[in-house]
Every structure is written in C-alpha cells, then in structure tokens.
C-alpha cells in the first residue's frame, strides 16, 4: 500500500510565496530586503530581486549607448549577487534574479505580469519628507488596480529587531 499524497498524478508541487524586492541604490533597500528575506524564511518561500536599468539615452552614438550599457550591466550584476549572498545568509535560499531595461515603474508592472510565481511585491517606504519614494508613489497610485498581487510598503526606518517581530 503506498502512502498518501498531497500531490494529485500530474500537479505541479506547490511553489510557496515568492516575494519580489526591486534593487536599487536607496538606503531603504537594506530593510525590504530583510523584511521579505525574513517573511520567505518562515513562510517556506522565496526571495526574487529585479534590477531595471534605465535605457541609455545617447541615439546619437551608437557606440557610446553600448559601451553605457554594458557598463551598467556589469555594475548591476556586482550589486545583483552582493545582495543575493545576503538574501542567502537571511533566508536559506539563493534568489530568483531578474534584469530588466526599462521605465522602472513599467517594467516592474511587466515582470509581475509574466512570472506567476511573484505572489507579493515588497518595497521600502523612504523616510525623508520628499514622501515613500517614486515607485511606492506610482504603483500605489493609478497603477495599483492593475496589479494582480498586493504590495507590503516596509517603513524604511525599521530596526532589524522590529523586522523580527513582525516578518
């Protein structure tokens, strides 16, 4: 007699939340990036980063626009895998790594849209009086009735204690 099973014949296993952060030079990076690190770990989920380039805007010269290109692909990749040694260290698992080219605000709009697996997008609220930040501000604005998963604004002032107790 075989043991039970969740799995039905032919049912994918169940993939648990992954939970995308948006990489980028602010300080409140570091505190999303620890809230969904925590939040996969409990939750037996994942941790995806999406680094979006924006387009180099030299037409003009061509050779200039791919030299532009390349290097900030090679800086965004530095950036992309220091942070998934953190993502690493904090959750137990090697990130889901995404590199987008783009309008930030769209292309993040379009990698929720293609990756069923992204079930919660998680970013950090900065704290200046300039007010969230101009992803947290577009996406939470017009945009948010077009996305299909909800979004968790991690105040960017948290102590890694305060991330411990509600992650």
């Not at 969740?6 to 990076?29: A, H, N, W």
């Not at 999303?32 to 925590?38: D, I, P, Q, V």
């Not at 970013?123 to 200046?128: F, K, P, S, V």
């Given at each position: 007699m075989s043991e039970p099973s969740?799995?039905?014949?032919?049912?994918?296993?169940?993939?648990?939340?992954?939970?995308?952060?948006?990489?980028?030079?602010?300080?409140?990076?570091k505190v999303?990036?620890?809230?969904?690190?925590?939040r996969a770990a409990k939750s037996g989920g994942r941790v995806a980063m999406a680094y979006v380039m924006e387009p180099a805007d030299y037409q003009e010269?061509?050779?200039?626009?791919?030299l532009i290109r390349d290097e900030?692909?090679?800086?965004?990749?530095?950036?992309?895998?220091?942070?998934?040694?953190?993502?690493q260290k904090l959750s137990?698992?090697?990130?889901?790594?995404f590199f987008r080219e783009g309008d930030r605000q769209e292309e993040v709009m379009k990698l929720i849209d293609e990756e069923p697996t992204i079930s919660i997008l998680v970013?950090?609220?900065?704290?200046?009086s300039k007010g969230p930040g101009p992803l947290i501000s577009a996406l939470t604005g017009k945009a948010i009735g077009k996305l299909r998963i909800p979004i968790t604004v991690v105040p960017g002032n948290l102590s890694e204690a305060d991330i411990e107790n509600i992650a």
């Open positions: 969740d799995q039905t014949q032919g049912e994918k296993p169940k993939v648990g939340r992954v939970f995308l952060v948006i990489i980028d030079d602010s300080p409140e990076l999303a990036l620890r809230y969904a690190c925590r010269w061509v050779g200039v626009s791919n900030a692909r090679q800086q965004a990749e530095a950036i992309m895998q220091k942070m998934a040694g953190e993502v137990g698992n090697f990130p889901i790594l970013l950090g609220a900065a704290t200046g």
